[in-house]
């Protein structure tokens, strides 16, 4: 992949890439970023890639390594309960907001995404099925009618993103993550605020169990791998 010279600034569009690979599940977290490869990949200078990436230090998606480097950023598991529970609260009452502000048009574009995750889990783009994922909260949220919340919503995107590809990365779950959503969405189309609401409860339980398992695992292997090293 090369980046385009023509619109934003070269920079910029550099920061864009790799901020769309990390939240789109390309770049997993806690993953090393080799400078030389990201060069290569997106065909740009080694200056060019270290200011992106200290950019995105800043946004909290990359952190740097005691001894130079930097990784993409990692959830642990206390912060993914924290941010689930904060998820818990936040997006059933959008969900439920969305059946009684949303227009027809924002309805219509959300029925539409959500054919279009379980199209791209069908086809096995998980890239694809998580950046629809992040498009349907998008909506969902801009269309509750609460700006308070949207903003809230939005401050912590980074790290929801974060744990949305931790999850959805993991064996088996794309395809529940499909009828999850469609049934938040079909909850929504019939007009159920309540319905609605539970919907998005047990999705966000589904993806909760998921992901702290997730990365109970990863927690154990790093374990392990250390005491081999002594």
Not at 157 to 172: A, C, T, V, Y
Request: proline share 3%.
């Amino acid at each position: 992949m090369h980046i385009e010279r023509v619109t934003a600034p070269v920079r910029r569009q550099v920061e864009d890439a790799i901020r769309q690979e990390i939240l789109e599940g390309d770049l997993l977290s806690g993953q090393r970023l080799v400078e030389r490869e990201l060069c290569e990949r997106l065909g740009v200078s080694r200056p060019l890639i270290r200011e992106a990436l200290r950019q995105l230090q800043a946004e909290k998606l990359v952190t740097s390594e005691p001894h130079g480097g930097m990784r993409v950023a990692s959830v642990d598991i206390e912060e993914a309960r924290q941010l689930y529970d904060v998820r818990s609260l936040l997006e059933p009452f959008a969900a439920s907001r969305f059946v009684e502000n949303a227009t027809d048009e924002q309805r219509d574009l959300l029925a539409e995404v959500a054919g279009q995750i379980e199209e791209a889990i069908r086809a096995d783009q998980c890239a694809l099925a998580i950046k629809r994922k992040n498009e349907f909260y998008r909506i969902l949220v801009a269309g509750c009618g609460h700006p308070v919340l949207e903003q809230t919503v939005r401050g912590l995107q980074n790290r929801i993103q974060l744990l949305r590809g931790i999850s959805m990365s993991e064996p088996g779950r794309l395809e529940h993550t499909a009828g999850e959503i469609q049934m938040i969405a079909d909850a929504i189309a019939m007009g159920g605020a309540r319905e609605a609401r539970k919907a998005c409860e047990e999705h966000l339980e589904q993806a909760r169990a998921t992901t702290l398992a997730a990365l109970s695992r990863r927690q154990d292997e790093d374990t392990g791998l250390a005491i081999a090293d002594e």
